[in-house]
């Protein structure tokens, strides 16, 4: 079992490295998910493990530790009416340049940039006179692996209308029989970035459009919420968008934002 004292020392670094905050009622959760970890390092206690997380100059074992006790659960066109409103409110308002940024800021394992990409080009009547550009970040280098990848198995597309599907990934063949991988005119538009939303400042060309928040900010304190909101603020255009997740809220939190529907505020001009 994990002492008090050790599950504090876990609890503070978590929370100054990446913003989550765990209540006292994670103690148990938190040994049980560092245990495999600890018996695969060789490592006896979590001390041990205290140590080899914070000597670790790469952050990668922090990383993996991360890993191991947040959640990177995502799908395609998860919260779709957030999809709907890119599609109906937002494109037809961009101007004559025919250019729009998104910045998908915690896009784990790349459903999320992959599906505003497919909204895109869906969207608009003729993809070639657009510029897309789709920044994806996340702090796990594990999901920005396979996001980049871009390679999924079929039964992740259940949301997906299938001519959709054809248009933007290629069904794999021989070893590869169940799985799709994103067309290259799809994988063009996104970018993928490791980016701690914890950071003073982001090294983003603002401003951008549109920022995608989702199902993060519920692992975060009410201070480290408001930093990050008024922080978003800043690198949106006027007019630009944030979409949160629908269990999430910015109710207790001071911020600038116009709130236009449920989950989707707006910086006014
Ligand atoms: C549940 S997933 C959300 C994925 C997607 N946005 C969605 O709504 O489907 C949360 C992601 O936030 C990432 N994350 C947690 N803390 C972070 C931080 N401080 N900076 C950037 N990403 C973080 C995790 O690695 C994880 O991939």
């Known amino acids: 079992m994990i002492s008090l004292d050790e599950f504090e020392r876990f609890r503070a ?16 959760l938190l040994a049980s998910r560092l245990t495999k970890r600890l018996r695969d390092l060789g490592l006896e206690t979590f001390s041990d493990y205290y140590e080899t997380v914070t000597r670790d100059s790469t952050r990668e074992e922090f990383t993996r530790m991360l890993d191991l006790i947040s959640t990177n659960k995502t799908d395609f066109f998860r919260e779709p009416k957030h999809f709907e409103f890119l599609r109906d409110q937002v494109l037809p308002g961009v101007g004559p340049d025919k250019r729009i940024r998104i910045w998908s800021s915690a896009c784990s394992t790349g459903e999320e940039p992959y599906t505003i990409a497919m909204t895109l080009y869906e969207g608009v009547e003729d993809p070639r006179q657009w510029e897309f550009e789709i920044l994806a970040s996340d702090l796990s280098t594990r999901v920005l692996a396979k996001a980049a990848a871009g390679v999924y198995d079929e039964d992740r ?22 799985k799709f991988k994103v067309k290259p005119h799809l994988a063009s538009v996104v970018q993928f ?24 900010m519920i692992y975060f304190d009410r201070p480290t919420q408001e930093t990050l909101v008024n922080k ?23 911020h600038p934002f116009a709130a236009v529907a449920p989950t989707i505020y707006r910086k006014e001009t």
């Open 157 to 178: 597309f259940r949301d997906v209308p299938s001519e959709v599907l054809r248009r933007h990934f290629l069904r794999g063949r021989g070893d590869s029989a169940g």
């Open 193 to 216: 970035r490791r980016l701690n939303l914890m950071d003073d400042r982001f090294p983003i060309k603002a401003p951008l459009d549109l920022i995608f928040c989702r199902n993060v």
């Open 232 to 254: 978003f603020y800043r690198y949106l255009k006027p007019g630009g968008y944030l979409f949160i997740g629908h269990s999430e809220s910015l109710q207790w939190v001071q």
């Open 13 to 28: 670094l978590i929370y100054g490295e990446s913003g989550i905050a765990l209540s006292e009622q994670k103690r148990t």
